[in-house]
């Protein structure tokens, strides 16, 4: 019993020493200065060329009908069920992300997920991975399609695996409307 009294008296103890030593200001001015030491830099665009040139060709392909958002977290578009094993299963796609998903241009309601594949995924640890997120989509009943990165795509191939995966409708009038173009803005003239 003696023993039981001393001990939660020194668990006490510490518990009022730790909580000291946290609200001081010397550990408060530490670990702000850690915080702030950390200096992040600018990515040049959010997309990489490959990833950009494949935009262009869902743009072209879906028209207004669909919306096409990139770089998508994976616990956005699927959360695991209620039960055993949900925290885990949670924890596997908290950090993972989808290049491209298709949304219905309406109520963005999901579509399709679209994976935008190069070298990398010839790894064993990123077919690993792939595997891992087709077999949480296709439980969540989420089509998942893949394509290889290309120098070039064709638009009639790109928008027939669209539909043969999502089963798509695209309104043809809706297609035909002329490809987005990237304006550059003029440099100014330093001599003026």
């Given at each position: 019993?003696?023993?039981?009294?001393?001990?939660?008296?020194?668990?006490?103890?510490?518990?009022?020493?730790?909580?000291?030593?946290?609200?001081?200001?010397?550990?408060?001015?530490?670990?702000?200065?850690?915080?702030?030491?950390?200096?992040?830099?600018?990515?040049?665009?959010?997309?990489?060329?490959?990833?950009?040139?494949?935009l262009g060709v869902l743009e072209?392909?879906?028209?207004?009908?669909?919306?096409?958002?990139?770089?998508?977290?994976?616990?956005?578009?699927?959360?695991?069920?209620?039960?055993?094993?949900?925290?885990?299963?949670?924890?596997?796609?908290?950090?993972?992300?989808?290049?491209?998903?298709?949304?219905?241009?309406?109520?963005?309601?999901?579509i399709g997920v679209i994976e935008?594949?190069?070298?990398?995924?010839?790894?064993?640890?990123?077919?690993?991975?792939?595997?891992?997120?087709?077999?949480?989509?296709?439980?969540?009943?989420?089509?998942?399609?893949?394509?290889?990165?290309?120098?070039?795509?064709?638009?009639?191939?790109?928008?027939?695996?669209?539909?043969?995966?999502?089963?798509?409708?695209?309104?043809?009038?809706?297609?035909?409307?002329?490809?987005?173009?990237?304006?550059?803005?003029?440099?100014?003239?330093?001599?003026?």
């Amino acid at each position: 019993m003696q023993i039981l009294f001393h001990l939660s008296v020194l668990l006490v103890a510490i518990g009022i020493f730790l909580k000291f030593v946290y609200s001081s200001k010397e550990f408060q001015n530490r670990f702000k200065s850690r915080q702030a030491s950390c200096s992040y830099k600018r990515q040049p665009a959010l997309f990489s060329p490959a990833e950009r040139s494949f935009l262009g060709v869902l743009e072209q392909v879906l028209g207004s009908e669909y919306r096409v958002f990139g770089k998508v977290r994976i616990v956005d578009l699927i959360t695991p069920g209620n039960g055993a094993g949900r925290q885990t299963a949670l924890n596997r796609i908290v950090g993972k992300h989808v290049d491209f998903v298709v949304c219905n241009a309406t109520d963005l309601s999901i579509i399709g997920v679209i994976e935008l594949d190069d070298e990398s995924h010839n790894q064993d640890s990123r077919q690993k991975r792939d595997a891992f997120v087709d077999s949480a989509f296709a439980s969540a009943e989420i089509p998942i399609t893949r394509f290889p990165v290309r120098a070039a795509y064709s638009l009639s191939a790109s928008e027939e695996s669209l539909r043969r995966s999502f089963k798509l409708v695209v309104n043809k009038e809706v297609r035909k409307s002329p490809p987005l173009k990237l304006v550059v803005p003029a440099q100014s003239d330093s001599s003026l």
